[in-house]
Every structure is written in structure tokens, then in C-alpha cells.
């Protein structure tokens, strides 16, 4: 397992692996900054946020793309809400392409997709990352795939092809906001956006400077 070789340049509040396939849940409040972490490479992490104080505004895939003219999350992007206030930046990237239109893999789309019924999937982890908060099925929107590579043809057609990140890439997102963050680790082996062996990650919150 690689660890990120750069330090971490803060108080440190949380620092947690997350499991293969595993939900996780938890506050990043304004000013702090939240690292993810892909220990052994090619490992999607689908991620969602919410307005801590009021979790009706949320993460806004249109909006976010619409603003920063691009659909692809790389270092600068702001993630905002469908407000459009912003709700984090990314401020250092190691990867360098992470995906804003494919989603997360439900139940449903696995049978209707891969033919299978009953695998685990993003779906069910969000719902169980969101339950505690007081939140459900109609509060999961379009989500970010972060390490998940989804390249786009000129003629529109579009794949989850295999991951370009690499044992110990990372993003750093530095909250603009109060927020609730939902993370799915992708427990998705029908396809390459976890080179069909999902792997851990790991969480890290600080203080910023």
C-alpha cells in the first residue's frame, strides 16, 4: 500500500482508510482542506457534498461544468452548488482527469448493464453514507468520479475506459463552506474503473494555514 509522498501541511483532524467497496460520511468545515487518497492506483472514489447548515444546496454537475467550461475536474476547478456558490476547490491534483458525467453504479444499472442483480454498488453506499444525516434516495444527484476516466469522442460517444491514476495519487480540496461530504470507495467490478479489483483508500482532513 502507497501512502502520498507529499506531508501533510496542517493540524490534522481526521485521517481514516476507507475499504474496498465501503461508504463513508463525514464534515469538512470552510477553510479546511480534504485530501483523498488512491493508495494502490486505479480506484474510482464517487464523491458527493451538501451545504452542512442546509442540505438541499448541493453539488451541481451542470453548473459546475457550465462555469469552469470544462467537463473533466481537474487542479483550479470549483465545485459549486446549484446556487452557484462554491463549495470546494481543488487545489492540487496529482492525477490530472477525473470525471463529472458517468455518475455512480446502482443496482439497476448493473442488471441492465452487465446482467447481474444484488452486487454491491454507489448507490446503496451513498444511501448508507447519507442515512445518519437524515437524507435518501431523492438527495443523491449527479456525482463526481474522482480517478475514474471517462474519455469523450468528438462524436459524443463516451466509456468508462481503465484509470490513468497512479499508487499514491491524490486530490486536495480546500472547502469554501461548511460542508457534508459522501463518499462512495467504488465497489464496481464489471467494468475498468477499478481495474476490476477495488482497493482501499484514505481520507485525510486538516486545517489549513
Known amino acids: 500500500m502507497t501512502e502520498a509522498h507529499d506531508p501533510i501541511p496542517g493540524p490534522v483532524i481526521l485521517n481514516r482508510i476507507i475499504p ?9 468545515k470552510r477553510g479546511q482542506v480534504l485530501r483523498i487518497v488512491d493508495l494502490e492506483g486505479c480506484q474510482a472514489v464517487d464523491f458527493l457534498c451538501y451545504n452542512a447548515d442546509r442540505a438541499e444546496e448541493r453539488y451541481n454537475a451542470a453548473d459546475t461544468m457550465k462555469i469552469s467550461g470544462n467537463i473533466f475536474i ?18 492540487k491534483d496529482t492525477c490530472g482527469r477525473h470525471d463529472t458525467i458517468a455518475g455512480c453504479c446502482s443496482d439497476e444499472s448493473n442488471r441492465l448493464r452487465y446482467g447481474v442483480k444484488g452486487q454491491p454498488n454507489c448507490r446503496d453506499n451513498f444511501l448508507k453514507a447519507l442515512e445518519p444525516h437524515g437524507l435518501g ?18 462524436d459524443g460517444a463516451m466509456a468508462i475506459a481503465d484509470g490513468c491514476s497512479k499508487p499514491g495519487d491524490y486530490v486536495d480540496l480546500s472547502a469554501e463552506m461548511d460542508v457534508l461530504v459522501a463518499i462512495s470507495n467504488c465497489p464496481q467490478i464489471n467494468n475498468p474503473a477499478n481495474a476490476f479489483n477495488p482497493t482501499p483508500i484514505r481520507v485525510v482532513v486538516w486545517e489549513a494555514g
Open 74 to 91: 481537474g487542479e483550479g476547478t470549483v465545485l459549486y452548488s446549484g446556487l452557484t456558490n462554491p463549495m470546494f476547490t481543488v487545489i
Open 20 to 28: 474496498p467497496g465501503q461508504p463513508w460520511s463525514g464534515a469538512v
Open 137 to 154: 434516495r431523492g438527495d443523491i444527484v449527479a456525482n463526481v468520479n474522482f480517478f475514474m476516466r471517462v474519455p469523450v469522442e468528438t
